[in-house]
Nanobody, 129 residues
């Protein structure tokens, strides 16, 4: 019964904010790095962020750096993605997953899946005027 459930998506105008939640059951998120990924229509899945098991360190891709932040609430076994200054290009289904990897290349990070392939079902974020 290992599960990840994303919530908090919706429709927002450009410049607005949303807070996504990733709630875990059947295991403790505190033992894993947690990644946020997104998939726009007709596009592949893109890594957005990778957060340490302690929640003290997060790597973000350049397209969201300065606008998105990640936090953990271990008591609730939940990870949050705070998205500010949203842009139409942020429109996608957002997923959380365990065991992410952040790789540094030419001054920026790229986010990938790790070896433990636990995924949620995703939550839709639509940014439109």
């Amino acid at each position: 019964q290992v599960q990840l459930v994303e919530s908090g998506g919706g429709l927002v105008q450009p410049g607005g904010s949303l807070r996504l939640s990733c709630a875990a059951s059947g295991f403790a998120l505190s033992y894993f790095t947690i990644g946020w990924f997104r998939q726009a229509p007709g596009k592949g899945r893109e890594g957005v962020s990778c957060t340490s098991s302690s929640g003290d360190s997060t790597q973000l891709v350049d397209s969201v750096k300065g606008r998105f932040t990640v936090s953990r609430d271990n008591a609730k076994n939940t990870v949050y993605l705070q998205m500010n200054s949203l842009e139409p290009e942020d429109t996608a289904i957002y997923y959380c997953a365990t065991d992410c990897v952040a790789r540094y290349y030419r001054g920026s990070y790229n986010i990938y899946r790790g070896g433990t392939d636990y995924w949620g079902q995703g939550t839709q974020v639509t940014v439109s005027s």
